[in-house]
Nanobody, 124 residues
Framework: QVQLVESGGGLVQPGGSLRLSCAAS????????MGWFRQSPGKDREFVAA???????YYPDSVKGRFTISRENAKNTVYLQMNSLKSEDTAVYYC??????????????????WGQGTQVTVSS
């Protein structure tokens, strides 16, 4: 079993930046694919980013070029650096993990473990 705890959410102005962290504990493995999803009122859970290994990353067009996912295996931590934030980025952001996924499968919210989420609000 893996436990995931997100942190780093908060209120930022449009155009600002924020870095989210996800600390993993339990039976963790560096081979797990780590992902970030978000959900806002009235919308389905949306894929944001994923990282497989240390260099394979995946992003949807909505955040590509603005968000960056990374990991520090020694600390069992994954990060989501968010730049040039927009009001439409406002959502609860969830960290997730799964044992494996293809490039296409990583976009699906069919992950094995989930954190409780952290609120990100982009507003002036």
């Amino acid at each position: 079993q893996v436990q995931l705890v997100e942190s780093g959410g908060g209120l930022v102005q449009p155009g600002g930046s924020l870095r989210l962290s996800c600390a993993a504990s339990g039976r963790t493995s560096s081979s797990y694919v780590m992902g970030w999803f978000r959900q806002s009122p009235g919308k389905d859970r949306e894929f944001v980013a994923a990282i497989r290994g240390s260099s394979s990353t995946y992003y949807p067009d909505s955040v590509k070029g603005r968000f960056t996912i990374s990991r520090e295996n020694a600390k069992n931590t994954v990060y989501l650096q968010m730049n040039s934030l927009k009001s439409e980025d406002t959502a609860v952001y969830y960290c997730a993990a799964r044992q494996s996924c293809s490039a296409i499968e990583c976009y699906s919210p069919r992950y094995d473990y989930w954190g409780q989420g952290t609120q990100v609000t982009v507003s002036s």
